[in-house]
């Protein structure tokens, strides 16, 4: 088994290698300082913190290391094993989205989890991470389903990371039945897959026989109804709202960032052989979601008092705009798709920052007049809300003009009459948060939480980020495109490692 | 061909024990349905070819995971004066149920080991032998990464569980 083992470790990906290294040593790390016999309770607290921050660096070196491992060169897959990981340009985008959000997180929560210490929150958000690179660039169902459940039961323990607090763990058993239920749909359709077509292969099957496609079609749609589930696309998003409430700030920031860049680019991996254009049955299913949920998930958020209720509503409706991309096969649909990827990740998590340094309660109310009480974090706070409403010094308004240019060429106006409505109301409620914060401000100041240098840095990097990219686009554009340019398959080897999109019809 | 009679049956225990299992208002009735309808699929594996799923479906989930629900069963029951009304969930007519749908499984079992397997038939079996040298061959890396799963779900279990227990700090 060694042997085998041994001689396979080439097919992983080097960031899914890094990963997987980095949880045993944090582990080993974790155990090694837990067998110290611990002393009086002053001096405990010290030294645990600074185990704490041992744990921290850890992580963030395996998050570093994993990220620089993406450009290591692409071993060529070795022959007769079954294709477990695809490890192509899509994938190195998704992976080093995912990677820089998880080193985001680990950032507000270095050395803190929501007032716990934060040892397990390491090493669960490790887990998380691991997890959800291997869901976005698995090519088998089976490495799929493992990756999908290890984020998903490190989700679980994130979530309840708060001990004795009944949102919390209201939140967690909420997550973890419609996590179960939208798990063994996605089985049910994978496994109708392998019956109708013999193999794992992650993709929407084709039909054996195309004179009777229900068979086919049924697993497609299963399939997409437990990643509609786990994305929370409308109308299957009812849990996310008391999730994001329910969880630690960082933790919701995960729910939101993390798990759905990877499941986003496990969708367009599944649907690369499929010609999304026509009217096949999961185009239109994906259609009637996305439409929902970009009208579904801003209505949601109009209204909402709390911010984290908020933040979840305008991500459902991210989710929508991101199908659209999906759907607008054409010159720009996948690059779109990509580069509003970037731009949601940089501006939800930033938002995300933005709630963990601020009012220990995410109400609004407690946000009123902040511009006067502290400057710096309502500017931080607003740029994130002006990218995810798409006003143009941010990226958000590139990614969503992208996205109507994709939408365009491919000539899907009812999806982007939808997508402009939505829009419209989603302005309403990103500009009432900053209508508050400039209120002027209520005598007694709500309590804020503890000023954390992490969460500082990442805030300013990101509010940087977001408005740097949102004025000079270019460079970003040229990547996300490049990512589906067909390469030239100079050897045979390179011919097997290409890309999922390159066989999408342009 | 694999729509037989016995193929049938396993299949017609399994959803009527199942809908038994949801509609039951006693954990510990809905708990016996439910070991019907695990052993109804392990039934319905077997007829497919896979023996050895089967045996696992029969020893991990009928097995040790019923177990499990039977031991949180009763924790959740510890200390309540209602040993009579525990006294009234098992009586002899719950048995008769799940009672009569194991017998059909017996009978059908029991039926489709009498006859000759059919020669060239559709039905490949697939042995031990395979299915080890699938997870320890090509799917070798799964192995691996299952294990980081557990870890997760253990890591998990574990702080949500340190708590219930009313421990602060360690």
């Known amino acids: ?506 | 061909m694999i729509l037989n009679a016995p193929f049938l049956l396993f299949a017609l225990v399994a959803v009527w024990a199942t809908f038994m299992v949801v509609t039951r208002a006693v954990a510990i009735h809905a708990l016996l349905y439910l070991v019907v309808a695990l052993l109804a699929l392990a039934c319905i594996f077997d007829v497919l070819g896979a023996p050895f799923a089967a045996i696992l479906e029969v020893i991990v989930y009928a097995g040790a995971i019923m177990v499990l629900f039977v031991f949180v069963v009763m924790m959740l029951n510890l200390g309540r004066p209602d040993r009579l009304r525990e006294n009234t969930w098992i009586t002899p007519r719950t048995w008769v149920g799940p009672g009569i749908l194991a017998a059909l499984l017996l009978a059908a079992l029991a039926d489709a080991l009498a006859m000759a397997p059919p020669d060239g038939g559709p039905v490949v079996v697939i042995d031990t032998r395979q299915v080890g040298l699938a997870l320890y061959g090509p799917y070798v890396l799964m192995v691996e990464l299952a294990s980081f799963l557990l870890l997760a779900g253990l890591v998990s279990a574990f702080r949500i569980g340190r708590h219930i227990r009313g421990e602060d700090a360690p």
């Not at chain 1, 097919?11 to 290698?17: A, I, S, T």
């Not at chain 1, 908020?310 to 607008?328: F, P, R, T």
């Open chain 1, 1 to 506: 088994m060694i042997a085998a083992l041994v001689a396979t470790l080439p097919d992983m990906p080097m960031p899914v290698l890094v990963l997987a290294a980095g949880i045993l040593v944090l582990l080993l790390a974790i155990a090694c300082r837990g067998s110290r016999p611990s002393g009086a309770a002053g001096g405990t607290d010290d030294r645990t913190d600074g185990g704490t921050v041992a744990g921290a660096i850890i992580s963030a070196a395996t998050i570093a290391l994993a990220f620089i491992g993406l450009w290591s060169p692409a071993s060529p897959p070795s022959g007769g094993m079954a294709r477990l990981f695809a490890a192509d340009a899509w994938f190195a985008y998704g992976t080093g989205l995912i990677l820089l959000s998880s080193g985001g997180i680990l950032a507000m929560s270095w050395r803190r989890m929501a007032g716990e210490r934060a040892d397990e929150a390491h090493l669960l958000l490790l887990l998380g991470t691991l997890g959800a690179v291997v869901a976005a660039g698995s090519a088998n169902a089976v490495a799929f389903f493992v990756g999908l459940e290890t984020l998903s039961l490190s989700l679980l323990g994130l979530i309840a990371y708060r001990p004795r607090v009944p949102d919390a763990a209201e939140a967690a058993m909420k997550y973890l039945v419609l996590s179960g239920t939208s798990s063994a749909i996605l089985l049910f359709g994978l496994a109708l897959a392998y019956a109708e077509t013999g193999d794992l292969r992650f993709t929407a099957p084709p039909a054996a026989n195309p004179a009777e496609p229900a068979l086919a079609v049924a697993a497609t749609i299963l399939v997409l109804t437990g990643l509609f589930f786990k994305l929370s696309a409308a109308p299957f998003h009812l849990w996310l709202a008391d999730v994001l409430d329910g969880a630690p700030t960082p933790v919701s920031a995960f729910v939101a960032v993390v798990s759905k860049i990877a499941l986003f680019v496990a969708l367009a991996r599944y649907f690369a052989m499929t010609d999304l254009t026509g009217t096949s049955l999961p185009a239109q299913d994906l259609a009637v979601v996305a439409v929902l949920s970009m009208v579904g998930g801003n209505l949601l958020a109009f209204g909402q008092t709390n911010l984290k209720r908020l933040l979840a509503g305008s991500s459902i409706a991210h989710v929508g705009y991101l199908l659209v991309a999906l759907l607008s096969a054409g010159p720009f649909g996948a690059g779109s798709a990509a580069f509003y990827l970037a731009a949601y990740a940089a501006a939800t998590l930033g938002a995300f920052a933005a709630l963990g340094a601020g009012p220990d309660r995410p109400d609004l109310a407690a946000w009123r007049g902040m511009f006067h009480r502290r400057p710096a974090l309502a500017l931080a706070l607003s740029v994130m809300l002006l990218s995810l409403a798409g006003i143009p010094p941010a990226v958000g308004f590139f990614a969503k003009a992208y996205i109507v240019a994709a939408g365009v060429s491919a000539h899907r106006m009812l999806l982007l009459a939808a997508l402009i409505v939505s829009s419209i109301i989603g302005l309403c409620y990103y500009l009432n948060v900053a209508r508050i914060m400039m209120a002027p401000a209520p005598d007694t100041a709500p309590a804020m939480a503890a000023r954390s240098g992490g969460t500082t840095v990442l805030l300013a990097a990101l509010a940087l980020a977001t408005l740097l990219i949102g004025l000079f686009p270019g460079p970003l554009v040229q990547r996300t495109t490049a990512l589906f340019l067909p390469a030239v398959p100079a050897t045979e080897t390179a011919a097997r490692a290409r890309g999922p999109f390159e066989n999408m019809r342009w």
